[in-house]
């Protein structure tokens, strides 16, 4: 996280829902992955992009590419500007292993990516 990037939060509860980095006269938003959302926008802009972005990505699943390339279906566990943990995604199966990855913060689309229309657990 650049040190002078503005954080956001909800005006309702308070949850962080990013950054505005300054830039000229204008704001780039930056979502919780660390990832610019927008290019240089005004103020207001900045604000109402980052609420109406909000929370609700953070708990669709994703994709992590994993040391040997494959991907792996993942739900975002946590994130700070100090790193992201996704867990392997157990389809809600309470028995299931629970496997947790730790990815770097910023993170880039090609390590953690919205899943592909995946439907069903592997085989």
Request: aromatic share 8%.
């Amino acid at each position: 996280m650049d040190a002078d990037w503005i954080e956001h939060r909800r005006s309702g509860d308070g949850e962080r829902l990013g950054w505005m980095q300054p830039d000229g006269e204008g704001f780039i938003v930056i979502g919780l992955l660390g990832r610019r959302r927008t290019g240089a926008v005004d103020w207001m802009e900045a604000e109402e992009t980052l609420d109406e972005i909000g929370l609700s990505y953070l708990a669709e699943p994703h994709e992590l590419r994993l040391d040997d390339g494959s991907w792996l279906r993942v739900r975002i566990a946590e994130v700070s500007p100090t790193g992201i943990r996704v867990k392997k995604d157990d389809w809600g199966d309470m028995r299931a292993t629970q496997l947790y990855y730790d990815v770097s913060f910023p993170v880039s689309d090609d390590r953690l990516r919205p899943t592909r229309q995946c439907t069903s657990p592997e085989v």
